[in-house]
């Protein structure tokens, strides 16, 4: 029987209308809906298809948004500047600034300035550390969309093996440290591991962060397992594709999600939680 399919386009549109819901209850009565900052620097064409989706999900769900593009000769300085006046601005909950940013910034600059209150992507060391604890504020979106998605099939996550394949600051160290907080025994792979396959033929719950498609194969999964892709990979045809070759696995898996319409909306799904779970503690 093949793999229970993860639709998480479905699981997104239902969360998107929870949230809607919420902002509809509260908005009038605080007097204004919860906010997000986008800010992109330069014109990377995928970053521009990501923030759009991401301001046009907001707008759907009744939140303010607010995009901020700035050119690519944006100093750092500058952008810092920017991230302070949005850190000090009333109206905003949420601060994203969409990754990759240009060579002459310091991914790690920017991340420190965006007040951890406001950064609802969950990268801010003082938010990484508190996940760490065990105290999570944010949660970083691609992770606790994965979370999500295997609550949405009930997978067992206490007393599981789970194997997490990339091992990112954004995605996958995040992700196994909310899989070992759920009572998962974790492997956490990277581009220095040796038989990966005999890692991955462990894993009852097996998620692939890399950005290499056809990196699974069916021979490295565990019959029944549920399998969630993060990966999003352009291929020479211009279609894209997961880091798992979902046509050979699906048999062997018990779960799936697919790419695209899996992980990529629920991510956006998850923003738009937190910076809901943002509002509410601004306006509490
Ligand atoms: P990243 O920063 O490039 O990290 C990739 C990770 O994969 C690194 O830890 C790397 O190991 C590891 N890796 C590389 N080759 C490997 C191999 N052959 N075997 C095992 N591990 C290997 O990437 P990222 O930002 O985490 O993104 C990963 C993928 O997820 C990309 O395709 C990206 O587009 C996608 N993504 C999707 C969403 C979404 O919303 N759906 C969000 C974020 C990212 P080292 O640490 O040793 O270098």
Redesign the pocket.
């Known amino acids: 029987m093949p793999a229970r399919l993860i639709d998480g386009l479905a699981l997104a549109q239902s969360i998107r209308a929870e949230v809607k819901n919420e902002v509809a209850q509260k908005a009038p009565a605080v007097g204004r809906a919860p906010g997000l900052a986008v800010i992109l620097v330069g014109e990377n064409p995928a970053s521009q298809v990501?923030v759009r989706n991401k301001v046009k999900a907001c707008q759907e769900a009744g939140l303010h948004s607010q995009l901020i593009e700035l050119p690519l000769t944006t100093s750092q300085s500058a952008l810092v500047a920017e991230i302070d006046r949005l850190n000090h601005d009333r109206t905003i909950d949420g601060i994203l600034v969409q990754?990759p940013l240009p060579d002459h910034i310091d991914d790690h600059v920017i991340i420190h300035a965006i007040s951890p209150e406001k950064d609802v992507d969950g990268f801010h060391p003082a938010n990484a550390g508190a996940l760490l604890i065990g105290r999570p504020r944010f949660r970083p979106?691609?992770p606790y969309?994965v979370m999500r998605m295997l609550a949405s099939v009930q997978a067992p996550l206490r007393g599981a093996e789970a194997v997490v394949?990339?091992?990112?600051?954004?995605?996958?160290k995040p992700l196994a440290l909310m899989l070992l907080q759920a009572g998962a025994t974790i492997t956490l792979?990277?581009?220095?591991?040796q038989n990966?396959a005999e890692k991955t033929r462990r894993a009852d719950i097996l998620v692939?962060?890399?950005?290499?498609p056809k990196?699974i194969t069916a021979d490295m999964v565990k019959p029944g397992a549920v399998v969630i892709d993060?990966?999003?990979?352009r291929l020479a045809n211009g279609a894209l594709a997961?880091?798992v070759d979902f046509d050979a696995v699906r048999p062997v898996a018990g779960a799936i999600s697919p790419?695209p319409g899996?992980?990529?909306p629920?991510?956006?799904a998850m923003l738009l939680v937190n910076t809901l779970e943002s509002f509410h503690e601004h306006t509490r």
Request: with cysteine; hydrophobic share 40%; proline share 0%.
């Open positions: 990501y990754l979106c691609t969309a394949v990339g091992a990112s600051n954004i995605v996958g792979c990277n581009s220095k591991t990966l692939s962060a890399v950005g290499r990196l993060v990966g999003i990979n997961g880091d790419v899996g992980v990529g629920m991510t956006i």
